[in-house]
């Protein structure tokens, strides 16, 4: 078992550099199965979920190729199988997209209900009535997925709920279908408009992702090959640029989109810290005092992400004066202020919304990451507090964020990954 341990209190100063976003590349990595082709994946994040998605895919069939540390090849040209292996695909969520893609080239296929993050109930009705208007069959069952059709044809949907992943498998799915579909009321995140450029620099046609109305003019083949970079990870950025706030430090983080961490900023500078954009994709953040209260509501893009509420409850839980979180997207998402309250946080959670009573430090203490940003969090409050914090669970932040204790070690941050050889903390040191 792994954890990682960490000495806080001094603030985070210098350069760091964000990755390319996990939610873009555990999509683009099923769309590329579209393509009778090769595809080169450039600024892939290394992380668990995008390895474990290329061995999914590479039991379809299709060949991968690392040609760099960022870099892969897909050989899409040979699809032998459209039934992924169940026990893999059930281990993360966006193994779901797998569907949209198989179904779009296959006209088959067949997944383990899709797992991830136990962040609350995390339906796919959207997902199943978007292939249903395309003509699909889909039976759910025995913790399966299995969808066929003998041609899918473009139509109206209409999404009763902002749905990344379901805007994102309708996409997926409505390529290659017969004319034209319309998607209202997507979701617009930037990793919504990522996928769709990655779709169209393969040849398809789809208009207008990021805003209200999504159309896609169904195309009959894609083929080729394709180089395709994908899109800077705004969680990633975003939890530095809170990591800057929490310690009261001062971060340049290069390779983000600044456009798409205005909804960051704008809190940022609400509580007194300080957000320069340097140029497109850098942007300078620092914090000298003690943040002021704030009140905030996570909402699908462009409001604030609800992949970085616990890290902003760091910075609230430290924060001059009372703050208010109301989580609206997801019901089982506060499971980190109990972890937080450990080390000295006054956090009281009800239902979708939780009371940071901000207080003077926090201490540290031994720390469960509940899921992936709730790790994040954790590891922003291990670096503030005073003393050592242990981090366990790391299989859920490996998922999400590439070499982050070395990133944070780069900025400043006392971390290393030790694993526990032994229950009686008999330590045996993995990394510096
Ligand atoms: C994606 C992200 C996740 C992020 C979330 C919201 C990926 C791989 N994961 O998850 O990190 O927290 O967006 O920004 O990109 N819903 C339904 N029916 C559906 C689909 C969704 O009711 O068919 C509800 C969900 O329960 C949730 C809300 O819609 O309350 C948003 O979910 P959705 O945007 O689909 O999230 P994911 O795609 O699972």
Same mark, same amino acid.
């Given at each position: 078992?792994?954890?990682?341990?960490?000495?806080?209190?001094?603030?985070?100063?210098?350069?760091?550099?964000?990755?390319?976003?996990?939610?873009?590349?555990?999509?683009?990595?099923?769309?590329?199965?579209?393509?009778?082709?090769?595809?080169?994946?450039?600024?892939?994040?290394?992380?668990?979920?995008?390895?474990?998605?290329?061995?999914?895919?590479?039991?379809?069939?299709?060949?991968?190729?690392?040609?760099?540390?960022?870099?892969?090849?897909?050989?899409?040209?040979?699809?032998?199988? /459209?039934?992924?292996?169940?026990?893999?695909?059930?281990?993360?969520?966006?193994?779901?997209?797998?569907?949209?893609?198989?179904?779009?080239?296959?006209?088959?296929?067949?997944?383990?209900?899709?797992?991830?993050?136990?962040?609350?109930?995390?339906?796919?009705?959207?997902?199943?009535?978007?292939?249903?208007?395309?003509?699909?069959?889909?039976?759910?069952?025995?913790?399966?997925? /299995?969808?066929?059709?003998?041609?899918?044809?473009? /139509?109206?949907?209409?999404?009763?709920?902002?749905?990344?992943?379901?805007?994102?498998?309708?996409?997926?799915?409505?390529?290659?279908?017969?004319?034209?579909?319309?998607?209202?009321?997507?979701?617009?995140?930037?990793?919504?408009?990522?996928?769709?450029?990655?779709?169209?620099?393969?040849?398809?046609?789809?208009?207008?992702?990021?805003?209200?109305?999504?159309?896609?003019?169904?195309?009959?083949?894609?083929?080729?090959?394709?180089?395709?970079?994908?899109?800077?990870?705004?969680?990633?950025?975003?939890?530095?640029?809170?990591?800057?706030?929490?310690?009261?430090?001062?971060?340049?983080?290069?390779?983000?989109?600044?456009?798409?961490?205005?909804?960051?900023?704008?809190?940022?500078?609400?509580?007194?810290?300080?957000?320069?954009?340097?140029?497109?994709?850098?942007?300078?953040?620092?914090?000298?005092?003690?943040?002021?209260?704030?009140?905030?509501?996570?909402?699908?893009?462009?409001?604030?992400?609800?992949?970085?509420?616990?890290?902003?409850?760091?910075?609230?839980?430290?924060?001059?004066?009372?703050?208010?979180?109301?989580?609206?997207?997801?019901?089982?998402?506060?499971?980190?202020?109990?972890?937080?309250?450990?080390?000295?946080?006054?956090?009281?959670?009800?239902?979708?919304?939780?009371?940071?009573?901000?207080?003077?430090?926090?201490?540290?203490?031994?720390?469960?990451?509940?899921?992936?940003?709730?790790?994040?969090?954790?590891?922003?409050?291990?670096?503030?507090?005073?003393?050592?914090?242990?981090?366990?669970?790391?299989?859920?932040?490996?998922?999400?964020?590439?070499?982050?204790?070395?990133?944070?070690?780069?900025?400043?941050?006392?971390?290393?990954?030790?694993?526990?050889?032994?229950?009686?903390?008999?330590?045996?040191?993995?990394?510096?």
């Amino acid at each position: 078992m792994e954890k990682l341990v960490i000495t806080g209190g001094t603030p985070l100063k210098g350069e760091v550099t964000i990755n390319g976003a996990k939610n873009a590349a555990v999509a683009i990595l099923p769309a590329a199965l579209l393509i009778n082709g090769i595809t080169t994946i450039e600024n892939l994040p290394n992380i668990s979920d995008v390895k474990l998605l290329c061995e999914i895919i590479e039991e379809l069939g299709a060949k991968i190729t690392w040609v760099g540390k960022n870099t892969i090849t897909i050989d899409a040209r040979n699809i032998t199988s /459209t039934r992924a292996p169940l026990e893999l695909t059930r281990k993360f969520r966006a193994s779901y997209y797998l569907i949209g893609a198989l179904l779009g080239r296959c006209g088959d296929v067949q997944v383990g209900m899709p797992g991830g993050c136990k962040l609350g109930a995390r339906p796919i009705d959207q997902h199943i009535k978007g292939f249903e208007a395309l003509g699909a069959h889909v039976e759910v069952g025995q913790g399966n997925i /299995t969808a066929t059709c003998k041609e899918l044809v473009g /139509t109206n949907i209409y999404m009763d709920i902002v749905s990344v992943g379901a805007t994102i498998n309708v996409m997926l799915a409505s390529v290659l279908a017969k004319g034209t579909t319309i998607i209202d009321n997507p979701a617009k995140e930037p990793h919504i408009v990522d996928v769709a450029n990655f779709l169209n620099t393969m040849g398809a046609d789809v208009r207008g992702a990021g805003t209200d109305v999504i159309k896609i003019n169904g195309v009959e083949k894609l083929e080729g090959n394709i180089t395709y970079s994908v899109v800077p990870d705004q969680i990633e950025a975003g939890t530095f640029m809170l990591a800057a706030v929490a310690s009261r430090g001062d971060l340049v983080i290069k390779n983000c989109t600044t456009k798409h961490l205005e909804c960051i900023s704008a809190k940022l500078l609400e509580i007194g810290a300080h957000v320069e954009e340097l140029d497109g994709d850098t942007i300078h953040v620092w914090c000298d005092k003690r943040p002021s209260k704030a009140n905030i509501k996570t909402l699908p893009y462009p409001g604030f992400p609800t992949d970085l509420q616990p890290q902003m409850g760091v910075v609230l839980a430290t924060a001059e004066g009372t703050s208010i979180i109301n989580e609206s997207i997801w019901e089982s998402r506060f499971q980190y202020t109990d972890e937080l309250n450990k080390m000295g946080a006054k956090i009281t959670a009800q239902g979708k919304t939780a009371i940071f009573e901000g207080v003077d430090s926090l201490y540290g203490a031994p720390v469960c990451a509940t899921d992936l940003r709730a790790g994040a969090a954790l590891i922003i409050a291990g670096i503030c507090a005073e003393g050592t914090t242990e981090v366990y669970n790391l299989e859920h932040i490996d998922r999400g964020y590439e070499n982050i204790e070395e990133k944070f070690r780069s900025i400043g941050a006392n971390i290393k990954r030790v694993k526990e050889e032994d229950p009686n903390k008999n330590l045996v040191e993995m990394s510096e």
